[in-house]
């Protein structure tokens, strides 16, 4: 039992790595942004904080430098001051050394606050006792001014002890204000400095905060962009593949022919081109469903790589067609041999558990250079091989042969103007009148079908009816002429009856009667006006769906002829379950009527009497002369078709006849007959 075939490789959820990439990018913008944030907002604090800091200390260090000014020349007022009271001994001078006393002592206390504490208790313990003798002596000599005693009042500030305690203040206030500069300068370089070390942890913080982020950011980025690229290249292998069998798809197989073609065309190599078609397979799939269908695709493909080499080049090109590209390394030889195991090989039984199918396999070949050049046209002459092939039998290997293709071509262009034909009205109604045999009047009308091609003229059937059935047009044509002849009923006696056949494929046709009626409808055309005629093929092909048909169509209100009774089967088996309107007697007997009269005769009375057995009328096909018109009716044949009695004409050219003879009565005198009637 062969082993299930691998799967076709899983697509890599690339929307989710996408995705993770966007969220690891988001998440690290935000955690920037909440540090930059977060940051700002330190450096603002901290820069308004300082800023407020330096400024006050700024503040207090002009201060100290005020007090510094103002206590030297306070000091020399003050010195002034008391030599010029020794000197005068005005009370003025007495008077105005006291307010700068008070003066010196309050910027000193105002200094004091300026400096340290302990700088300040220092300042006061130095002081205190000279500051306590200066005011005994201003006080001593004061009251020496006040007696009179200017010599003593003079001695006392000229003495060695007040200048010594003097000195001793002036020397202590100028340390007092020398540290309170320095202090306060301190201060202020001392919040600078923690300006720029804040700034710089800030700063560091923020590189070292964005290189951490980078990297976790590349880091996450890097991974993403691996899993992306794994993707990628999942992403174009399974754009490249089928995704049931694993194998090239069509557009792959387009990209790797043309490497393949440019290398061979470089190396002066020749290729070939194998198209493989399934044989049997449609049946696998109508009875065991498209499942079973899909596993035997697989097992084809499976079993395509174990036939062929590893540089082959393998696709499914659509459907049950596969594409098998070959380097002819060996000469022609190569690509037959390598056909003939791909048929051996898919010939083989397929098990599926229980289910084991038998399918096989038809192969068409081109080679390069010297079918075709290009990819397509070595895989469209691969085709026309194959179709060759197909319609050889099953099994077959067939290689391209370029007069076969040209015929191909030709039914190919023929296709083509017949489906456009069809739809631009080309195909016309032509009628040939079924004449009772007995009065000699039309009963009846045969639809027939011309085509008037735009270059080859007006066309009979037999060049393009057997091409409608095969390419699938019939049902198209027999609709389009159905309606142009419904609609010239209404201008023929409402006697007469429209005849026309249908063709075996149309049988199959689930809407071929819902879609007669439509027509009838449309047209305003009464069912019982259309007689529908059904060759043996159709009959005898598929009993069970003619007979679901004739009944349907006698439900409808429309009769039924067998058409060519006696030229098919003649199998009398099928008349008994099937009920017929109509018998046609073909023509081929009524013309053995002159050369083989007895056995024809035998044949026709046969035809005749099985017809009035069944209770169904009869008509004699291809009357063309008087004698056999009379044999036919002396035989019990009611009705006669044939160029004795017209041939098929337009329908304008009906209308003129109708207007020369009332109802088309023939008389006996054939000549008449040509005269109205040819």
């Known amino acids: 039992m062969p082993e299930a075939p691998a799967a076709a490789p899983r697509l890599l959820p690339t929307v989710s790595i996408v995705e993770e990439t966007m969220r690891q990018a988001l998440r690290a913008v935000a955690v920037a942004l909440a540090c930059t944030a977060l940051l700002t907002t ?17 503040d207090r260090h002009a201060q100290a430098n005020r ?13 002034q001051a008391a030599q010029s009271a ?21 910027k000193v206390e105002h200094a004091s606050l300026l400096v340290p504490m302990n700088v300040a208790q220092r300042y006061r313990d130095k002081t205190v006792d000279a500051a306590n003798e200066i005011a005994q002596m201003r006080q001593s000599a004061l009251n020496a001014l006040q007696s009179g005693a ?10 060695e002890r007040y200048t010594s305690r003097t000195r001793l203040i002036r020397e202590a206030t100028e340390e007092l204000t020398a540290v309170s500069l320095a202090a306060t300068e301190s201060r202020v370089r001392e919040l600078r400095t923690r300006s720029y070390a804040v700034a710089a942890a800030a700063l560091t913080i ?55 073609l440019g290398r061979a065309e470089r190396l002066n190599q020749e290729l070939a081109v194998l198209m493989v078609d399934l044989d049997r397979f449609k049946p696998v799939n109508d009875r065991n469903g498209h499942m079973v269908g899909d596993l035997v695709l697989k097992e084809v493909a499976r079993r395509l790589g174990r036939c062929l080499r590893q540089s082959d080049l393998r696709a499914r090109y659509g459907g049950d067609e596969f594409v098998i590209v070959i380097d002819e390394a060996d000469g022609m030889r190569t690509a037959p041999a390598a056909a003939q195991r791909i048929i051996e090989t898919l010939s083989e039984p397929m098990f599926f558990g229980d289910l084991t199918v038998s399918i096989g396999a038809s192969v068409g070949i081109a080679r390069y250079p010297r079918d075709a050049r290009s990819d397509d046209e070595l895989i469209r002459k ?3 091989a194959l179709y060759r092939a197909k319609k050889n039998g099953h099994g077959e290997v067939c290689l391209y042969d370029p ?86 009923m209404l201008s023929f006696p409402p006697s007469w009856r429209l005849s026309f056949n249908v063709a075996p494929q149309q049988i199959q046709d689930e ?35 003619a007979r679901a048909v004739i009944l349907a169509l006698k439900r409808a209100g429309m009769t039924v002829t067998l058409d060519d009774f006696g030229t098919g089967y003649s199998n009398l088996s099928y008349l008994s379950e099937l009920t017929f309107d109509k018998i046609k007697i073909d023509r081929s007997f009524v013309q053995k009527l002159k050369t083989d009269q007895q056995s024809s005769t035998k044949i026709i009375e046969a035809i005749i009497g099985l017809s009035r057995s069944l209770g169904a009328d009869n008509v004699a096909e291809g009357v063309e002369t008087e004698e056999q018109a009379d044999m036919l009716q002396k035989l019990g044949c009611r009705n006669g078709q044939g160029y004795l009695f017209g041939r098929p004409v337009r329908a304008e050219e009906l209308q003129q006849r109708i207007a020369l003879a009332a109802d088309l009565v023939l008389p006996l005198d054939s000549q008449m007959m040509v005269d109205v009637l040819l």
């Open 403 to 488: 007069k076969l293709d040209e015929a191909l071509a030709e039914r190919a262009a023929l296709e083509a103007a017949l489906r456009e034909g069809i739809a631009g009205g080309q195909l016309i109604p032509f009628y040939q009148p079924i004449v009772s045999l007995s009065r000699r009047n039309v009963v009846s009308l045969e639809l027939l079908c011309r085509w008037k091609h735009p270059e080859r003229g007006l066309l009979t059937p037999d060049k393009f009816i057997a091409l409608a059935e095969d390419s699938g047009l019939i049902g198209p044509l027999t609709l389009s002429l159905l309606n142009q002849a419904c609609q010239d």
């Open 206 to 260: 923020t590189l070292g905060g964005g290189f951490f982020l980078w990297r976790r950011l590349s880091s996450g980025l890097k991974h993403s962009r691996g899993s992306l690229l794994d993707a990628e290249v999942r992403v174009q292998r399974l754009a490249a593949s089928d995704m049931l069998t694993g194998l090239d798809n069509r557009a792959a197989l387009h990209d790797a022919m043309q490497s393949r």
């Open 42 to 58: 330190t450096l603002l604090a901290e820069r308004l904080w300082s800023s407020a800091q330096l400024e006050h200390a700024a």
């Open 86 to 106: 020794a000197l005068t001994g005005e009370a003025s001078w007495i008077e105005r050394y006291d307010r700068l006393t008070a003066t010196l002592t309050q």
């Open 150 to 159: 200017l010599d003593a009042a003079r001695s006392l500030f000229d003495g």
């Open 511 to 545: 809407n071929l009667v819902p879609q007669l009626l439509a027509v009838l409808k449309d047209n305003h055309v009464p069912p019982h006006r259309l007689d529908v005629e059904l060759t043996e093929t159709a009959l005898v092909n598929d009993t069970a769906r």
């Open 382 to 384: 691969a085709d026309s």
């Open 67 to 79: 007090l510094a000014g103002e206590i030297r020349l306070t000091e020399q007022e003050l010195l």
